[in-house]
């Protein structure tokens, strides 16, 4: 596909679940970010992936939240042992080269934790 | 710290002029981008700015002082379809780009 894709779009789980969230990013896109969005409120960073480089996992909540980068391609956040406030959606955007400050959304997963 | 300020909500009539401004405090402060996003989408790019002064996209423009550490998004000729939330975000020399908490636009016809 030309755009960015995320799967699943939506995702419901009882409390104390793992759950894997995946993004496919652009075709060709060197960097990779994952952000989490709460109902009505901002995009908090989470991670990001530039090329070959070591993530910068700066934004990570807790030693809860892991995500990696396969093959510089498909990136999956996973989230441990799932907790209420863990209910957001989260998006994946791509970027090309140096060109971060134009990223290129996915539309979002919807997790929700019961 | 790094933070962005824009105000929560904004509302103007159809065909009118709205500006949605934006003031940073951030270290390395290489740009500010604008975004959109409609209920239930996901955010679209639709400008940066580099260095001071306007560009012009269209219906849109957006405007930067460095300086100032201001910037604002303006939108002319309203549409309906132009009502989202709309994020002005910094970006630096760590290659990530933060977000402010967004305007939500309220168009009235």
């Known amino acids: 596909g030309a755009g960015v894709s995320q799967s699943p779009s939506n995702k419901v789980t009882e409390k104390g679940k793992d759950v894997e969230l995946r993004c496919d990013p652009i075709?060709?896109?060197?960097?990779l970010y994952w952000y989490r969005q709460s109902l009505g409120q901002g995009l908090e960073f989470l991670i990001y992936?530039?090329?070959?480089?070591?993530?910068?996992k700066s934004g990570l909540p807790s030693d809860r939240f892991s995500a990696e980068r396969t093959g510089g391609s498909v990136s999956t956040l996973t989230i441990q042992r799932t907790q209420q406030e863990d209910s957001a959606v989260y998006l994946c955007?791509?970027?090309?080269?140096?060109?971060?400050?134009?990223?290129?959304f996915g539309p979002g997963t919807r997790l929700t934790v019961t | 710290g790094q933070s962005l300020e824009q105000p929560s909500e904004v509302t103007a009539v159809e065909g009118a002029i709205v500006q949605i401004n934006c003031t940073y405090q951030?270290?390395?402060?290489?740009?500010l981008s604008w975004y959109q996003q409609h209920d239930g989408g996901a955010p679209t790019f639709l400008s940066y700015?580099?260095?001071?002064g306007l560009e012009e996209t269209g219906r849109f423009s957006s405007f930067l002082s460095r300086s100032d550490s201001y910037g604002y998004l303006l939108l002319q000729e309203l549409q309906m379809k132009d009502s989202a939330s709309y994020f002005c975000a910094a970006s630096n020399r760590d290659d990530k780009i933060i977000f402010g908490k967004g305007t939500r636009l309220h168009i009235l016809p």
């Open positions: 700015n580099a260095l001071d």
């Open positions: 955007a791509s970027s090309y080269g140096q060109a971060y400050y134009e990223q290129y």
């Open positions: 992936f530039q090329g070959n480089s070591a993530p910068d």
């Open positions: 951030t270290s390395g402060f290489y740009g």
């Open positions: 075709s060709g896109h060197t960097a």
